[in-house]
Each structure stands twice: as C-alpha cells, then as structure tokens.
C-alpha cells in the first residue's frame, strides 16, 4: 500500500475527520428506508438542483443538510437496521465492529451508494487509504453527484501527491455543492476563478 505523503497525510487526516464530522453534523443521522423508488430519485433531483442554485452560505448548509439524509436513506429496513448499527459502532470508535457491519450491509445493499461510502470514510479512518479509494470509487459509480466522496477522494489523493486529481475532484465537488466547506483547499488557477 502506498503511503501518503509525511505531514500532509496529518492534514488530510483532520480535514477527512472534519468532512467525516460534518456528514454526521445532520444531527446524528439516522437512517430510513427511503419508500418508492421513482420518487426517491425524484426528491434526489431537486435536492442537487436546490444545492447548486444555493445563493448564501446558510442555503449551501440548508440543502446540504437534505442531501446528507437523501444519502442516508436505505432502500429497505434491513439495511437502515445495519447503517445504524454502523454508525452507533462509529461514533463510540469502535471503528472494527462499524467495518465488520459495513461489510455486510455492502454485501446486502451493494446498489446504495452511501454503504459505500461509509465503509470508505471508516477505512479511512483505520489507516487503509487504498481501501477507501476503492470503496469511494464504488461510491461514485454508483452516485456520482456524492460531493462528501469528491472531497474525500480529493483529500486522500492530496496525500498521496497527486494533487491535480485532487483539485479535479475538489472542482467537480463544488460544482455539485457550491458552499462545500473544503472548497478553500481549491488552488487558484491563473485565469481562472476557483
């Protein structure tokens, strides 16, 4: 496994726990069985359209608020059951049992993106930056407007040096999510806004 660079793998570290932190900040969330799937995919439209117009800060937050629990909604009880058992083992640290739970709940909801996704943030935080890159590919082939996954592949690959992908990443991020809080990571490029 390739190492991330020394010092910046301390930033990416706390930037990936702030990222981390802030999904969890849509007040410990829960997740629900997400009912019909047509209209699932219809309330998940109008969340991204609502979130790319966002105009203030307090909007960005307002709509991504609604994105995190569009995310968070599982596609069937079973799988809600095993995303809060998830992050009930997350939130106490006990990031080993939260993995073994993600593990299965990909295997059952291998189609719901943010299994994926939870499952990358976990192995992230035990140190495997590889099997969180895999896991936050899935999550994107599976949801490619997951602006928590662009950011936290962007601030993994920074690590590892590779730092215009991460600021491919961080781009496609903000075009999503206009106020994402690590769009202050962006790079300015000359003759360009950020």
């Known amino acids: 496994m390739r190492r991330p660079l020394p010092g910046i793998a301390a930033i990416a570290g706390a930037l990936l726990l702030l990222v981390a932190a802030a999904a969890g ?11 019909d799937p047509a209209a699932h995919a219809a309330e998940g439209d109008r969340v ?17 608020d609604q994105a995190w629990l569009w995310f968070m909604a599982a596609p069937d009880a079973a799988s809600a059951a ?5 992050l009930e083992r997350r939130r106490a640290f006990d990031l080993d049992a939260a993995l073994a739970v993600l593990d299965e ?3 059952a909801a291998p189609d719901w993106a943010e299994a994926w996704n939870q499952r990358a943030t976990v192995r992230f ?24 996954a662009l950011a936290g ?8 040096g590779r730092v215009a992908l991460a ?3 961080l781009r496609r991020a903000v075009a999503i999510h206009p106020f994402l809080k690590e769009r202050g990571l962006l790079i300015a490029t000359p003759g360009k806004d950020i």
Do not use: C, W, Y
């Open 82 to 86: 095993l995303m809060n058992r998830a």
């Open 125 to 148: 935080e035990k140190g495997d930056f590889e099997g969180s890159l895999a896991d936050i590919e899935v999550t994107l082939r599976l949801e490619p407007r997951h602006f928590g």
């Open 167 to 169: 600021q491919s990443d």
């Open 48 to 64: 991204f359209r609502f979130l790319a117009l966002a105009k203030t800060e307090a909007e960005g937050r307002a709509m991504e």
């Open 153 to 160: 592949r962007a601030i993994i690959e920074t690590g590892f």
């Open 25 to 35: 900040a849509v007040a410990d969330p829960v997740s629900k069985v997400r009912g």
């Open 105 to 107: 709940l990909v295997a």
